[in-house]
């Protein structure tokens, strides 16, 4: 199932008592519409979702789903390392409105091949909304092998997509040879997009899009347009910009990024702490190489 070619895995905005900001998140929710985003991932890794509270990511989903409105797709990210609870969360995320569940592969617990799908199938039961797989092993320390993700989408019709955060082009090559056409492989990393589309991936869950969501989409659109020379020169000449987003743990960078444009985002919670002064000169002067701040 297609859900657009960019979509943006959203910071969590915080005032400076460290409280969530529901302000800030409709006001980004808006800007991410206005600006290249076909919609906004709530919740994921780039929000911090650990370090949220079951009563904030329903106050966030509420403020996300009406800022999105009728202009782009609402993801959420629901799941858990415990299988119960990520059902239980997943069903109120479909009463919250969401267009589809982002569900991460259990982290710490390490599961076999056949826990994560009897895990997947749980709460592929549990909700009737689509469901995009998110396949990340330096976060979680599993991966979600190919013919894992085959299972999966042959035995639970909602289960229609996947992030792949991988770093491997050959895992997402072997995706695409395994999975019926219309199951969409999204990349999880910025820097792996144009390659990811080329072998038929269907865009991104970004998080450079917070600051070049047009540019990536305009990439996107190249690339499956079939001019590789446009969608190459863009892939190029932002390729510094994918990889310096993530000189640290994301979300940190981009939450710098963004606090040095205006915004006023707020610091990462702990256990994440905020930039030294040396990974903030370089996000400074990459924001500046770009033209993006003063």
Known sequence: MYFGKVLTAMVTPYTHDGEVDYAKVQKLTRHLLHNGSDGVLICGTTGESPCLTPDERAKLWAAAKEAVGTDGRLILGTTDNETAFSCDVAKKAERAGADALLAVAPYYNKPSQEGLYRHFAKIAASADIPIILYNIPGRTGVTIQPETVLRLAEDCPNIVAIKDATGSLDSVSQLKTLLPEDFAVYSGDDSLTLPIVTV??????????????????????????????????????????????FITTNPVPVKACLNLLGWDMGDCRLPLAPPTEQELAVLSELLQKYGLLD
């Open 200 to 245: 038929g991936g269907a865009g991104v869950i970004s998080v450079a899009s917070h600051l070049i969501g047009k540019e990536i989409a305009a990439m996107i659109t190249a690339c499956q347009a079939g001019d590789l020379v446009t969608a190459r020169k863009l892939h190029l000449q932002y390729f510094e910009m994918f990889k310096k987003l």
